[in-house]
């Protein structure tokens, strides 16, 4: 008993103490060791996936909250607001006859036979072509079946229960005002970018995340566009023309209120076709619809340029009395031979010849205005140059190099000799109209005082005197069909022969009306044309512009001019006492 006692106490003694102690130690620097050895582990595993996710696999997506808040292209709207084109997520339908496939075993693509497929699509999609889509179906190749699938679309084709019809989501370009101002705006291609119209101009401004989040506002205003479109397609089907081009142009500013191409295109469904003819298209003359006959065709444009010969002739101090009267005869210059339609008398005096619109005694006014004179003014109008305009579709005009022989003056005055864009001549009669002063033509809104200084062109006494011959064309002559009552209208008519191999086809014209309102303050200038129209009974059976063209122009005015501020007023016009006793009864 005393022994085991004493074993005891020598155990829990001074010695036994230390070996407890020593463990204790020992177990604490091993935890010590494994929590650094499950720290290093960790932080091994996390090096391995930093460098795996930087070397292997993909970055993630990486967007801020502005990103996710901005649209991925930037709106565009017209000059009151209304969306003219945005992005918005939709989605599209992909063919994917892998999608039955399991572990890589070949099964068939489609549960049921593809033609009851495409009928179903048919039902969804009615605008589809029910051979074409089973033929891809059961070719087994992936692909779009259709872009721009509306969400209540979508919910029928996934109730359709084939796996192999996939619905993705994307973000798509939409145009909410469908074909209308299309060569305006353009369109967005598969890669994201813009093409032909402000879409390209305005690419990257619309993609800049510093800057997408601000529509961008055209000087277009929508309702003069829809009116103008609606018009010149009315137009042009009545008289079966190949085409047709329409402008309304502040006179101001150089801001475009409207530009119609005729054929149009779809934005939001562009094909092939809309872009790109055949060659034997090309060698008919037909353009694709994309083409803008309004900036990227030059034409002959005809007697329109009549009161541009005649502004010259008075600003430059050729014409002091217009009164005086001309040789209304037919003559020989330089080997050819310059004459009228029709005969118009023995004489006519500079208001007469605009009102009857003679060949002839314009002929006389620039032989004695000069050929360098009446080129230098042309230059001043820009008629030399590309068409100042913000879209990348800019006609060349076809202008005579060096100096201008005496017949090639002459034949400019009437309007042969020099091939312009119709914007080329809307921006010229701005000119003629607004006090002398020529701007350039722009598609973004001006705020006020934004309006470019421009250069002088004609003295603002002559343009007075321009504004009052115009009217008279139209109270008086061939510009007659083109007046619209309370609003008066002004202008000049042009019929051009287009030119061929060999000459000048008598059987295809270029009709052109260009006009301006309201003459006693002229505020706006349109242009419409017509190609190749043809003689039917909404003409009259005519071709030329007093019977196609003009009357375009008597049906728009009252449509756009209350819109544009321009209210009709038949208690006033534009004061002709000096002048009406030059023209005789008409």
Request: aromatic letters at 6%; glycine letters at 10%.
């Amino acid at each position: 008993m005393n022994t085991l006692a004493a074993q005891r106490m020598t155990i829990s003694g001074p010695a036994g103490r230390f070996d407890h102690r020593r463990r204790a130690l020992l177990v604490a620097r091993l935890r010590l060791l494994l929590i650094v050895l499950a720290f290093v582990l960790l932080a091994g595993a996390a090096m391995t996936r930093i460098a795996w996710i930087g070397t292997v696999e993909p970055a993630r997506e990486r967007a801020s909250m502005a990103d996710r808040l901005l649209p991925p292209r930037g709106e565009i709207t017209d000059r009151n607001g209304v969306p003219l084109a945005r992005a918005f997520p939709a989605y599209a339908l992909w063919y994917n006859p892998a999608a039955m496939a399991e572990g890589g075993d070949g099964g068939p693509p489609l549960v049921r036979p593809a033609a009851e497929i495409a009928a179903e699509l048919r039902d969804i999609f009615p605008d589809i072509d029910t051979y074409e889509v089973t033929q891809r179906l059961e070719s087994g190749r992936p692909g779009y079946l259709r872009r721009r699938v509306l969400p209540e679309d979508a919910n029928r084709v996934i109730g359709i229960g084939e796996l192999a019809l996939e619905l993705p989501r994307e973000t798509d370009r939409h145009y909410p005002q469908g074909s209308l101002a299309a060569h305006v705006l353009g369109y967005v291609a598969a890669d994201g970018h813009g093409r032909v119209g402000m879409e390209q101009v305005l690419d990257e401004q619309l993609l800049d995340p510093n800057a997408r989040g601000e529509p961008v506002a055209l000087s277009i205003d929508m309702r003069v566009q829809g009116a103008l479109e609606d018009e010149l397609r009315s137009g042009m089907l009545a008289v079966n023309a190949v085409g047709a081009a329409g402008i309304v142009l502040d006179v101001d500013t150089g801001e475009i209120m409207a530009m119609a191409s005729l054929p149009e295109f779809d934005p939001n469904d562009v094909q092939t076709s809309d872009v790109r003819v055949t060659q034997e298209q090309h060698d008919r003359g037909i353009t694709a619809p994309a083409f803008n006959r309004v900036t990227n065709q030059v034409y002959e444009l005809g007697s329109t340029f009549k009161p541009l010969a005649v502004a010259a002739a008075i600003d430059s101090g050729s014409i002091t009395n217009l009164a005086r009267r001309y040789s209304a005869t037919p003559y020989e210059v330089q080997g050819h031979m310059v004459r009228d339609s029709h005969a118009m008398g023995d004489s006519l005096n500079a208001p007469e010849m605009l009102i009857h619109s003679s060949n002839v005694v314009t002929g006389h006014i620039v032989d004695e205005l000069g050929a360098e004179t009446l080129r230098d003014y042309m230059i001043e109008l820009g008629m030399n140059e590309r068409p100042y305009i913000e879209l990348p579709a800019r006609g060349h005009p076809i202008w005579p190099s060096g100096d201008w022989s005496r017949i090639r003056a002459i034949t400019v005055g009437y309007g042969h000799g020099v091939s312009v864009t119709p914007l080329h001549l809307a921006s010229a009669y701005a000119a003629m109209v607004n006090g002398g002063i020529w701007r350039p033509a722009t598609l973004r809104r001006l705020e006020a005082g934004e309006a470019p200084r421009g250069r002088r062109v004609f003295r603002a006494s002559t343009s007075a005197r321009m504004n009052q011959l115009l009217r008279m064309i139209a109270v008086y002559g061939t510009g007659r069909n083109a007046d619209a009552p309370g609003f008066r209208v002004g202008g000049k008519t042009g019929s051009a022969e287009k030119p061929g191999v060999g000459g000048y086809r008598r059987t295809t014209l270029v009709s052109t009306f260009a006009a301006a309102f309201p003459m006693d303050n002229p505020r706006y200038v349109i242009i419409t044309m017509l190609d190749e129209p043809q003689g039917t009974v909404a003409s009259s059976y005519q071709r030329t512009a007093a019977w196609n063209a003009a009357p375009i122009v008597r049906r728009l005015v009252p449509r756009i001019g209350p819109q544009l501020g321009v209210l009709p007023d038949a208690d006033r016009d534009i004061d002709l006492t000096d002048l009406r006793p030059l023209v005789g009864d008409h």
